[in-house]
């Protein structure tokens, strides 16, 4: 298939507007025109990875992290950012980043820890705003089933587990075309009045294009009459971060011992421990420091995560237990995550998980 109905599906999942500001997921390297039968994930896109690529026959990767976060200015195989690229480029295999935009989603990075975990009712821990828009359209009355049916298959009026979500008005519209205008309803040059409804709904801002194509395609007036609102609700279903609950609690030291069987680490670098049981788990997958005071105004027990500092551990206070299992330790399921997602929309498509372990932290136990 074309690389692009591959990355238009992980984007229908994941869309790249749900990830975070310094990131750069969405293809990296390649042509979305090009032809692939062979896919390989990995978590990161090393050298290693990109010679496994050419060796297997595939002719894109799909890695958690991007292998290229900013501007390169020169391509002279002096870091392993422009090898990786060069390389790239040179055997024709494309580079795809789904990163902090799965990282995001109800069914992504964190839930997978959250199911290895064993949580239950799992939650994002601080949902994302600015993802969530309003379409108000005026729509004559024998019109107005067409367009709204229109506008909800294009993806408008989904909020949570209900779809078909729109609010509806009576109302008289007015308006008087010029010489040019070939209006739906009236005359040219008077004032028509019609009996209209006012449908209100709300989209995801990523289906905007699509959904006002839907919008004009189906309204029978030459100069639709709509209006677009930015909200500021926050997407309960998108976000950083997932707190969720252990069916039974467990004293700290057991809970540990469960963390580190399950997420398969080495060592956790964790606070002091508080006596207490742990009932309530916040997670994130990698960098996740910034999330500490939600987790603890949302009551977390502990705060499941990696790449704290020192001075970061302070920040606990006594009200929470910091643990630390290691960046790729806490996101190494992402490559079954993403193996799942892809074989279960495509199941003769070839995908294969990488066989170098990428981790570039090594414990020396
Ligand atoms: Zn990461």
Do not use: W
Not at 154 to 183: C, L, Q, R
Not at 250 to 273: A, C, G, W, Y
């Amino acid at each position: 298939m074309k690389l692009s109905a591959l990355t238009a599906y992980l984007e229908s999942l994941a869309p790249l507007n749900y990830q975070e500001d310094y990131d750069n997921s969405g293809l990296i390297v390649g042509n979305p025109e090009q032809e692939v039968s062979h896919a390989l994930i990995s978590l990161d896109c090393t050298e290693a990875v990109v010679d496994e690529a050419i060796a297997t026959g595939c002719q894109v990767i799909i890695s958690h992290h991007p292998i290229v976060f900013k501007g390169l200015k020169k391509f002279n195989g002096k870091t392993y950012v422009e090898r990786v690229v060069e390389k790239a480029i040179r055997k024709g295999i494309a580079i795809y980043a789904i990163h902090t935009n799965l990282d995001s989603i109800m069914t992504g990075v964190n839930a997978r820890i959250c199911e290895t975990l064993g949580l239950k009712n799992s939650r994002i821990l601080l949902p994302k705003h600015n993802l969530i828009k309003k379409l108000v359209t005026y729509v004559p009355l024998n019109h107005a089933d067409t367009v709204r049916d229109a506008l909800f298959a294009a993806g408008a009026g989904t909020i949570g587990n209900y779809s078909e979500v729109s609010f509806n008005a009576e109302g008289t519209g007015t308006f008087k075309g010029n010489d040019a205008a070939t209006p739906y309803v009236g005359e040219i040059g008077k004032r028509h009045k019609e009996d209209e409804i006012r449908i209100e709904t709300v989209y995801p801002a990523n289906l905007e294009s699509k959904i006002l194509m839907a919008l004009i395609l189906a309204h029978p007036y030459e100069e639709v009459a709509y209006d677009l609102y930015n909200l500021t609700n926050q997407h309960q279903q998108v976000g950083s971060g997932m707190i969720g609950e252990l069916e039974l609690p467990l004293n700290e030291e057991s809970f540990l011992f469960h963390v580190k069987d399950k997420m398969r680490t080495h060592v956790i670098r964790h606070t002091k421990l508080l006596g207490k049981h742990v009932k309530k788990v916040a997670v994130c997958g990698g960098s996740g420091g910034f999330l500490l005071k939600h987790a603890i105004a949302a009551g977390a027990d502990v705060f499941i995560t990696a790449d704290y500092k020192y001075h970061e551990f302070f920040d606990a206070e006594g009200k929470i237990v910091i643990a630390d299992i290691g960046h790729f330790e806490s996101e190494q399921f992402t490559q079954q995550l993403l193996y799942e997602i892809i074989r279960k929309k495509f199941p003769i498509f070839a995908v294969r998980l990488t066989e170098v372990n990428t981790n570039p932290v090594k414990y020396f136990i």
